[in-house]
Structures are given as structure tokens and as C-alpha cells.
């Protein structure tokens, strides 16, 4: 999964958890398969106005993983105070590595690799 960020990146946590929670809310949300991934980044997906700046507009379907092996679904768990959540649901607890990339231009990317078997 890779997650386009305005700007350097500024920091992530990624790990696996039971329920994949909204922030700020604290409500969980359901997601698909057997494991899942809770991913933040230290990015709001809004202005220093309060405009939003990433608005999905299917929060429980933020990417068409019908047919990939590992990924079930991937959901948008809000963001609040300067960070951005999403979970990622996966079909078993498997071993991933994240790391960050420059580029394009001034911008940054967050990827999160999660492997096929184990």
C-alpha cells in the first residue's frame, strides 16, 4: 500500500491490532479478513483552515483490492491533530516492513509491504 504524502514525510506508526479504530472517535470499524493493520501518519488530511485536503468518497473502500492475494480491504479511519489514519485488513498476520520514499518533486511516500506467505 502506498500512501502519497504533500512534503516530506514526518513520521508513521504501522502495526497490527485487533480492531482497526476512527480517530477521534475511538469507534471501531469493520474491516475484512483475518488480520489487521493499523497505519497513522504524522500528516493531517486537512488545511491549517480546517478544509479538507484528502476526502474519499468511500471511507470503507478506499482502494479496489478485489483479486489481490493479501489485501482485503483498506478503509479510511479518519484524521485528527495533525494525523491521518487507515487500516489495512489482510487475509492472516503476516510479516511487513514500511520505509518511506522521496519523490516525486518535494513530496514523500509512505509504503507499507506486506508479504504473500509466510
Known sequence: ???GLNGPGKG????????IFQNPTGFTI?????ARLQVTVNAPSYDNNGNLTYNPAAKAELSNVAGYQTFWQV???GS?????DVGLGARARLPHMVFTLD?????SRLIV????YW
Open 103 to 107: 519523490g516525486p518533486g518535494s513530496d
Open 80 to 84: 485528527f491533530e495533525g494525523s491521518t
Open 113 to 116: 509491504d506486506v508479504a504473500h
Open 30 to 34: 469493520p474491516v475484512y479478513g483475518s
Open 1 to 3: 500500500m502506498v500512501v
Open 75 to 77: 478503509v479510511y479511519a
Open 12 to 19: 508513521y506508526t504501522v502495526g497490527c491490532v485487533p480492531e
